[in-house]
């Protein structure tokens, strides 16, 4: 699975574009807590990634992003599940949202899914905008 090059830029062949396949039980292995976790970011990168489109953001070169393009789930791995500044401001201009009132609904699915690193990257993000 892990050397596998896919088609699209967010890392899912649109021939093979079933998010189980970031389950570790539809390769034939065991499911651990953290390979459900991993799935389960996984699943939450495409589809940000692909809601970014659906909102006008196009491929970021500027710095690491959830718009980057991938071309392997490494590269997906990699990238975070976060806009970069640029992209989290031409979101937010487009769709006139409140950013702080995002980052605490994320903090919630975040919290649900287990998602603890993430879930600290928006606590120090909110907390360098004045919300810790
Ligand atoms: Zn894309
Ligand atoms: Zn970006």
């Known amino acids: 699975m892990g050397t596998k090059r896919w088609c699209s830029t967010s890392g899912v062949s649109p021939r093979h574009a079933s ?15 953290e390979s459900r976790v991993l799935a389960t970011l996984r699943s939450f990168k ?5 809601t970014g489109h659906m ?7 500027r710095y690491e992003c959830i718009m980057n393009g991938s071309n392997s789930l490494e590269e997906m791995d990699r990238a ?13 201009h487009n769709l006139r949202f ?3 009132a995002r980052y ?3 903090m919630a699915v975040y919290d649900r899914n287990g998602l603890t690193q993430e879930q600290d990257r928006i606590k ?3 907390a360098r905008i004045g919300c810790g």
């Open 55 to 61: 909102f006008s953001l196009y491929h970021c070169r």
């Open 80 to 92: 975070p599940i976060e806009p970069c500044p640029v992209c989290l401001k031409m979101l937010q």
């Open 46 to 50: 495409v589809l940000a990634h692909e």
């Open 19 to 33: 998010l189980a396949r970031y389950r570790t039980r539809f390769w034939g292995q065991k499911e651990t807590p």
């Open 104 to 106: 605490r609904r994320l």
């Open 124 to 126: 120090a993000r909110l």
């Open 98 to 100: 409140d950013i702080r």
